[in-house]
């Protein structure tokens, strides 16, 4: 089987090992074997194989040849500790919820939220939202504003009114992964924009803009997902300046946000430049969801349209029942509490980590994680799964190259479950991979 792109035989590859025709632990053949078998050069074969690493679905050990990762541990299973997902789920908060929305859910209540409602919402959930999205020295009109299903609907919404097929949308070199499966759904390539301490450069942005022009681009300026950093004060006016200069729309994540507000979002700097992303699903919980985007004047329409051929509006009930609980004030209270649990988790996991190359903001839910030599993130991912810790390969967010590191998400276990599946793997990264057997 000739194929002129690697990645197809990729493709081929994974598909074998996600439906089990090939086992965790199969030993894949020898390079040079499998570009005979298939018809192409060593290094073609050798691409290949990058590629499924780059996937996690493959681990090598130098020496040995390359293995099957196991990843067939992954989020949902009942007998796990899921240190993956991450949409925080407080004891008690659901009562909270309950209460906020004992006057939606009456037949009087009802009534009104049983009829569909547009993708511009109702009067009073504009009102409320804009007042959510809001900050002091900055207001978002309520005739700007646009609701969905959820956040990941707003951002392919977003997307779909800014890129068209077969067009560059910049993002930072390890972004959200949902943003990498919505452009490979809609035929958009996605151009890593290179990151410091503070997040997305903008010399950066604007050089990737020269070699080739960008769509638009997406970035998360507050706790970054997954490295965890702020953009300060002074590079959201640099980079809002630099955005209105080169004519770019820039599509920006606030969804972790609540855990840490201080800076004006990049919306108030550049306010024509910006669609600003929000949701309730960390805030409150997957759940019960609600999209938000607050849009230039110029492009609400677009946007509203690509929210409708997209359907992905939100229900009216479902619109209701978020509206009330920000009205009355309940997600404040709970997002007030999560604060306080996000640092104490943090806390935990910098106390267990200690010594190890960890990149983590104490405000925050995840943690980025650079291995220890001799372990890379597929290998490693594996050799967690075995023990029934499900975390996050560095590929599942990088554009560009891949480094050898995982995203821990805090948030799922209890405290106490949380230090100890921590503590497991770090005893793994103490040891090495052959003796670990990580690689089988």
């Given at each position: 089987?000739?194929?002129?792109?690697?990645?197809?035989?990729?493709?081929?590859?994974?598909?074998?090992?996600?439906?089990?025709?090939?086992?965790?632990?199969?030993?894949?053949?020898?390079?040079?074997?499998?570009?005979?078998?298939?018809?192409?050069?060593?290094?073609?074969?050798?691409?290949?194989?990058?590629?499924?690493?780059?996937?996690?679905?493959?681990?090598?050990?130098?020496?040995?040849?390359?293995?099957?990762?196991?990843?067939?541990?992954?989020?949902?299973?009942?007998?796990?500790?899921?240190?993956?997902?991450?949409?925080?789920?407080?004891?008690?908060?659901?009562?909270?919820?309950?209460?906020?929305?004992?006057?939606?859910?009456?037949?009087?209540?009802?009534?009104?939220a049983?009829?569909?409602?547009?993708?511009?919402?109702?009067?009073?959930?504009r009102?409320?939202?804009?007042?959510?999205?809001?900050?002091?020295?900055?207001?978002?009109?309520?005739?700007?504003?646009?609701?969905?299903?959820?956040?990941?609907?707003?951002?392919?919404?977003?997307?779909?009114?800014?890129v068209?097929?077969?067009?560059?949308?910049?993002?930072?070199?390890?972004?959200?992964?949902?943003?990498?499966?919505?452009?490979?759904?809609?035929?958009?390539?996605?151009?890593p924009?290179?990151?410091?301490?503070?997040?997305?450069?903008?010399?950066?942005?604007?050089?990737?803009?020269?070699?080739?022009?960008?769509?638009?681009?997406y970035?998360?300026?507050?706790?970054h997902?997954?490295?965890?950093?702020t953009?300060?004060?002074?590079?959201?006016?640099?980079l809002?300046?630099?955005?209105?200069?080169?004519?770019?729309?820039?599509?920006?994540?606030?969804?972790?946000s609540?855990?840490?507000?201080?800076?004006?979002?990049?919306?108030?700097?550049a306010?024509?430049?910006?669609?600003?992303?929000?949701?309730?699903?960390?805030?409150?919980?997957?759940?019960?969801?609600?999209?938000?985007?607050?849009?230039p004047?110029?492009?609400?329409?677009?946007?509203?349209?690509?929210?409708?051929?997209?359907?992905?509006?939100?229900?009216?009930?479902?619109?209701?029942?978020?509206?009330?609980?920000?009205?009355?004030?309940?997600?404040?209270?709970?997002?007030?509490?999560?604060?306080?649990?996000?640092?104490?988790?943090?806390?935990?996991?910098?106390?267990?980590?200690?010594?190890?190359?960890?990149?983590?903001?104490?405000?925050?839910?995840?943690?980025?994680?650079?291995?220890?030599?001799?372990?890379?993130?597929?290998?490693?991912?594996?050799?967690?799964?075995?023990?029934?810790?499900?975390?996050?390969?560095?590929?599942?967010y990088?554009?560009?190259g891949v480094?050898?590191?995982?995203?821990?998400?805090?948030?799922?276990?209890?405290?106490?479950?949380?230090?100890?599946?921590?503590?497991?793997?770090?005893?793994?990264?103490?040891?090495?991979?052959?003796?670990?057997?990580?690689?089988?």
């Amino acid at each position: 089987m000739v194929r002129d792109d690697f990645r197809l035989v990729a493709d081929v590859v994974a598909a074998d090992i996600r439906s089990g025709r090939m086992r965790p632990g199969q030993r894949l053949l020898p390079q040079r074997e499998f570009a005979r078998r298939h018809g192409m050069a060593v290094s073609t074969a050798a691409r290949v194989y990058q590629e499924l690493a780059r996937r996690g679905l493959v681990a090598g050990a130098v020496g040995r040849g390359t293995f099957v990762a196991d990843f067939s541990v992954r989020s949902g299973d009942a007998d796990l500790v899921d240190l993956e997902a991450n949409f925080p789920v407080l004891p008690g908060q659901s009562s909270m919820v309950a209460r906020a929305l004992g006057r939606v859910l009456t037949p009087a209540g009802l009534e009104a939220a049983m009829h569909p409602v547009p993708v511009t919402g109702t009067r009073e959930s504009r009102r409320v939202g804009a007042s959510f999205l809001s900050r002091p020295g900055w207001a978002v009109e309520p005739e700007r504003l646009l609701f969905t299903g959820s956040g990941r609907q707003a951002i392919a919404a977003a997307m779909v009114a800014l890129v068209a097929p077969g067009q560059r949308l910049g993002v930072e070199e390890l972004t959200y992964p949902v943003v990498k499966a919505i452009a490979a759904r809609h035929g958009v390539t996605l151009v890593p924009i290179g990151m410091d301490g503070e997040g997305l450069s903008g010399s950066a942005l604007e050089e990737a803009h020269r070699r080739g022009p960008l769509a638009a681009v997406y970035l998360q300026p507050t706790l970054h997902n997954p490295l965890g950093v702020t953009m300060s004060a002074g590079r959201r006016v640099e980079l809002g300046a630099r955005l209105a200069r080169l004519g770019l729309v820039a599509i920006e994540d606030r969804i972790n946000s609540f855990l840490y507000d201080e800076e004006l979002p990049l919306a108030a700097h550049a306010p024509e430049q910006t669609i600003l992303v929000d949701s309730l699903s960390k805030r409150v919980g997957a759940g019960l969801n609600l999209g938000l985007l607050a849009c230039p004047a110029g492009l609400t329409g677009r946007v509203a349209a690509a929210v409708r051929s997209g359907a992905w509006g939100v229900p009216g009930v479902a619109l209701a029942c978020a509206t009330a609980v920000l009205a009355d004030g309940t997600a404040q209270r709970i997002v007030r509490l999560k604060q306080q649990d996000a640092r104490l988790r943090q806390a935990v996991v910098a106390e267990v980590l200690a010594g190890f190359d960890v990149r983590a903001d104490p405000r925050s839910y995840h943690v980025w994680w650079r291995l220890p030599g001799g372990w890379s993130a597929g290998a490693f991912v594996s050799a967690a799964a075995r023990q029934r810790v499900v975390i996050s390969p560095a590929a599942d967010y990088a554009v560009g190259g891949v480094p050898d590191a995982v995203r821990l998400s805090t948030s799922s276990p209890d405290v106490e479950t949380l230090r100890g599946s921590v503590g497991l793997l770090a005893a793994i990264a103490r040891r090495s991979p052959e003796e670990v057997g990580a690689a089988y």
